[in-house]
């Protein structure tokens, strides 16, 4: 995924910046940059890899050197980032927020142009700020190009720029990140978590509009793009990405979970009668919370993840670096879970190893029984717009594997839709394929009709993709 952090500052915005970044880190996997700006020295910047160390441990020196009233910076999911780009627009740093799928397209395009040359990454791959920002070259001004890169770029791109007078942030054409303005006395910041600038004295101003563009400086924020009236959030922000303290179109992130639970309940009706209902942690925990209160059925945690030294399983993208961290993590309370029936909370069902491997973790200290309730629909598509997973192929989705199964390779869009109606015979079937693969007593997935509920919002202005293939 990746997020991102700016301020405009009266004064050297270096320990905002440093803070506001880090607040960041549940969003990361591989890499954390900062860049500043000052009229003396002009713009200095930092890069680290953060795959084994946290963001706060690897830039404690830079946060030393660094200094400027204007500052941006990121946690990556993949690329480095921020870049420094001088070109006719003059010179500024760029960081990005996003995924672009016609990559080799716009390449094709910046290189018959003459107007572009790429450094490659590891792999031969071009970094995709770094195509951002020559896209953005390739227009007249600043405002112009960011317009650009949003009629071009097949997928989804929010982007914040410093250049030496102020920042300049854009939320992505469909809105399917968020892109929040925070104010104080003397600063204003750019965050894509509200969350990141409460403790450093910043109160929330705006939140943009899908697509919309504003410059930013210490005094207020001017819009230069307004906002488009289409709206696609990822609703998986709530139901996994976000912090438990993010709010996302006025709506919380643990008081959506809370909701997810309770939706969850309301649809088992008594139907099973565990023990104790549990989230897998830390994910499913305030989903569990929800279903608890609504059910009656006690809370409980049969197993704490160790968290001083393992970082999330989603970060290392080696799926067999992941199971391992997905193992040594969890920590058993035997005492919760000898002799029990536990009804699971998991965020989600991907491929389904880590809670396959979780289910036996559970029957092998004693469980009687482990009901599994994901709290979103079965994924049936990857991920176009946030990378959600780098998964090479859908087949790594068990639900595509269990329809393989069932229909073979070739599968059509229309008995897809099928797979993804709850109230359809092969959805059913697919579910109960999936229990029995993963050694569930029982499994119910949440409704996406019960999804779009907990969240309070038209499903028409959420992004569903990962379930239903609509754009």
């Not at 301020?7 to 860049?35: P, Q, W």
């Not at 399917?176 to 925070?182: A, Q, W, Y």
């Not at 899908?210 to 307004?226: C, H, S």
């Not at 919370?289 to 049969?302: D, E, K, L, Q, T």
């Amino acid at each position: 995924m990746g997020g991102f952090f700016g301020v405009a500052s009266k004064n050297n915005c270096v320990e905002d910046l440093f803070f506001g970044i880090d607040y960041h880190s549940h969003l990361g996997t591989r890499r954390g940059g900062m860049a500043v700006y000052n009229s003396t020295k002009g713009f200095d910047r930092a890069i680290h890899n953060i795959e084994n160390s946290p963001f706060r441990t690897k830039f404690e020196y830079d946060v030393r050197d660094l200094k400027g009233n204007l500052g941006i910076g990121c946690i990556s999911d993949f690329e480095p980032q921020p870049l420094l780009i001088t070109s006719h627009l003059g010179s500024f740093a760029i960081t990005t927020v996003g995924k672009i799928n016609n990559m080799d397209a716009l390449q094709t395009f910046m290189v018959e142009s003459r107007h572009a040359q790429f450094l490659e990454m590891s792999g031969g791959s071009i970094n995709p700020t770094e195509m951002v920002a020559a896209l953005i070259n390739h227009r007249d001004t600043i405002e112009e190009g960011i317009q650009f890169v949003q009629d071009m770029v097949e997928g989804s791109m929010s982007i914040l720029i410093m250049t030496p007078k102020c920042l300049i942030a854009c939320r992505d054409k469909l809105g399917r990140t968020p892109v929040i303005i925070g104010k104080k006395e003397d600063a204003r910041c750019v965050s894509f978590e509200s969350f990141a600038y409460v403790n450093l004295g910043y109160q929330d101003e705006m939140e943009l509009g899908p697509g919309e563009i504003v410059r930013v400086t210490p005094e207020g924020v001017e819009r230069l793009v307004p906002p488009g009236k289409e709206m696609r959030i990822c609703s998986f922000l709530w139901v996994y990405y976000g912090y438990p303290t993010s709010t996302y179109e006025g709506v919380n992130v643990e008081e959506m979970r809370y909701n997810c639970g309770r939706l969850l309940a309301k649809r088992d009706e008594g139907s099973v009668k565990p023990d104790m209902a549990a989230g897998v942690p830390d994910s499913g925990i305030a989903h569990a919370i929800g279903y608890a209160n609504a059910s009656g059925v006690p809370f409980a945690r049969p197993f704490i993840k160790y968290t001083p030294t393992w970082p999330r399983s989603f970060m290392p993208t080696e799926q067999k670096m992941r199971n391992l961290i997905a193992r040594m993590k969890l920590i058993p309370v035997h005492r919760l879970i000898q002799g029990k029936s536990l009804l699971m909370i998991d965020d989600s069902i991907v491929r389904g190893t880590q809670l396959r491997e979780t289910t036996e973790f559970l029957y092998q200290n004693g469980a009687r029984e482990v009901h599994i309730r994901p709290a979103c629909p079965p994924l049936l598509y990857g991920c176009k717009y946030l990378n959600f997973s780098r998964s090479k192929s859908e087949m790594d989705l068990i639900t595509r594997r269990v329809i393989a199964r069932r229909e073979g390779d070739d599968v059509s869009e229309e008995v897809l839709k099928t797979y993804a109606d709850p109230d359809h015979s092969n959805y059913k079937e697919m579910v109960e394929e999936i229990r029995k693969e993963l050694n569930f007593t029982s499994l119910r997935f949440h409704r996406l009709d019960d999804l779009c509920e907990s969240i309070g919002m038209p499903c028409g202005k959420l992004c569903t993709y990962c379930w239903n293939g609509r754009e």
